[in-house]
């Protein structure tokens, strides 16, 4: 009898934790299996509203509609001469029937023997291209805020054409007409203004987000090799070198563009961090595993792939074993600060600080799988930052060629030393970013002189004594980067003019021969 209660009270105690189990488990697997995320996948209203901030003297509008007026990439149209037809002088490849602006850069100015820069000199100086950057120069003082609505495409008045890379496209169409107009049109100051203004739209240009910054600093490599070019080639009036130190000095600092970039990556963390938890009123929520995509077809769907694949929600039910969002969102918050800070340390320091800080070590296997995808900035950081390096060594060495075109216009020879420089030609001395020491120089009796960074090893390795000028820049790790180089040869041989009828030729063909 008592063997029997006892075994009916067991059954009544797991009836009574079942029930209460079920009262428990019924509404958390309701709410888990419901529960939608804090932000809806193609909800980008709050990126947006941090990345188009007002700021003074915005012209969002005006620079969309600038940059729609410009042509395209001028196309190979040179008519030949009677009698002949062109032959390309690649075999097997088809010709070249698009001329990008930066081959005006490369090689002698010889429009008599280059076919493709009489197309350029066409170009550049027709009445539509001559419009379209007048109206960017008219802009390049005020602020564009159009980056990542571009990017997102959340702008209805941005028409067809006009994208991210459109900037670096005008930044290219400013740099090849300023060779043309000093050596074509032998307008000096006239080819200044034209970097000046590729340059002022690198300072002018969003610099909050990864991609938008390394479009700058594209951008502002070109106007700088240009710049180096011409202040080896002809002889600076006071008054512009003057203005070309001042213009240096007015653009961001490496450091002001790193905090910029790693502040900016904020809001994209906290706007991911909401895609993947949900949001329970006070700050808080848990990680939503079901209903997203898996990383993999995530990426996929992002480059057109196949359909994306979503987890079941049922993944959900397992969301206590993960922390919960403030617990994530503390941490980006003082990775980010971690990663700022380091902006005022050597740049061995950095580096190393930026290795330590890798995003694989910060965010643990408690933190969620989707997390990965905080870390596509986190984990080329260290690559990110030597970038921004290697620019502002490059604008510091711009800086130092035009205080040495000076001396030289003045005493009609170069110095021993860059300490004969100051203060006449320059206030100070830049100091090498890598090595914090000052930048490599000496006389050379062909090419006047060489100027050279240690590089991101810091060591100085002999410059083009012991590295081909055809691959200037050293690796990530070691080597040097050299300044003084000559012009790279046309990447493309020109066309050669031939009879119709030479023998082995294949007929003129519409593309050829151009409209």
Not at 394 to 408: D, E, H, P, T
Request: charged share 25%; proline share 10%.
């Amino acid at each position: 009898m008592k063997s029997r209660k006892r075994v009916w009270a067991a059954r009544l105690a797991k009836l009574l934790v079942a029930g209460v189990f079920l009262l428990w488990f019924v509404p958390f697997a309701y709410e888990r299996i419901t529960t939608p995320p804090a932000r809806a996948p193609d909800d980008y209203s709050e990126l947006i509203t941090y990345y188009s901030r007002p700021q003074e003297g915005d012209a969002t509008p005006e620079w969309i509609a600038a940059l729609a007026r410009l042509p395209g990439i001028p196309v190979f149209d040179e008519p030949p001469p009677a009698g002949m037809q062109w032959k390309f002088q690649i075999e097997g490849a088809p010709p070249p029937a698009l001329f990008d602006p930066t081959d005006a850069l490369s090689g002698d100015w010889a429009p008599a023997s280059r076919p493709t820069l009489r197309v350029w000199i066409r170009f550049i100086g027709s009445e539509q291209t001559s419009g379209a950057l007048q109206c960017i120069t008219a802009l390049r003082e005020h602020p564009c805020l159009w980056d990542i609505s571009l990017l997102l495409g959340a702008r209805a008045d941005v028409p067809p054409g006009v994208s991210r890379s459109s900037i670096r496209h005008a930044a290219k169409f400013f740099v090849g007409r300023s060779r043309y107009q000093r050596e074509q049109r032998g307008d000096l100051p006239g080819a200044w203004e034209d970097l000046k203004t590729a340059l002022l739209i690198v300072r002018t240009a969003p610099r909050d987000t990864f991609v938008s910054v390394l479009t700058n600093i594209a951008c502002e490599a070109l106007v700088l090799r240009e710049l180096g070019h011409m202040a080896r080639e002809v002889e600076f009036t006071d008054e512009m070198a003057r203005d070309v130190q001042q213009t240096l000095r007015s653009l961001p600092s490496d450091q002001m563009m790193w905090t910029d970039v790693v502040r900016g990556a904020l809001p994209y963390a906290l706007h991911v961090i909401a895609g993947l938890y949900s949001d329970d009123g006070e700050g808080n929520g848990w990680l939503v595993m079901g209903g997203q995509p898996t990383l993999n077809t995530w990426l996929s769907g992002l480059g057109g792939g196949p359909p994306v694949r979503v987890r079941s929600r049922l993944w959900n039910l397992l969301s206590p074993l993960y922390n919960d969002r403030r617990s994530v969102t503390a941490k980006v918050v003082a990775l980010r600060e971690a990663q700022a800070r380091l902006a005022d340390l050597s740049y061995r320091e950095a580096v190393e600080g930026l290795r330590e800080l890798d995003a694989r070590s910060c965010y643990g296997p408690l933190d969620g799988p989707h997390l990965e995808m905080l870390g596509t900035f986190d984990v080329a950081a260290v690559r990110f930052y030597q970038m921004l390096v290697r620019a502002a060594a490059m604008r510091r060495a711009a800086r130092l060629m035009v205080a040495l075109n000076r001396f030289r216009a003045e005493n009609e020879t170069y110095p021993a030393a860059l300490d004969e420089l100051v203060p006449d030609f320059i206030d100070v001395l830049p100091p090498d970013p890598y090595c914090a020491g000052p930048f490599a120089y000496r006389l050379d009796l062909e090419d006047g002189y060489v100027l050279y960074s240690c590089g991101p090893d810091g060591d100085d390795d002999g410059g083009p004594a012991n590295q081909p000028l055809t691959k200037p820049y050293g690796t990530w790790d070691d080597g040097d980067d050299i300044y003084t180089v000559p012009r790279s040869p046309p990447p493309v041989p020109e066309p050669v003019a031939v009879p119709v009828t030479a023998p082995g030729l294949r007929e003129p063909d519409a593309q050829d021969a151009g409209p």
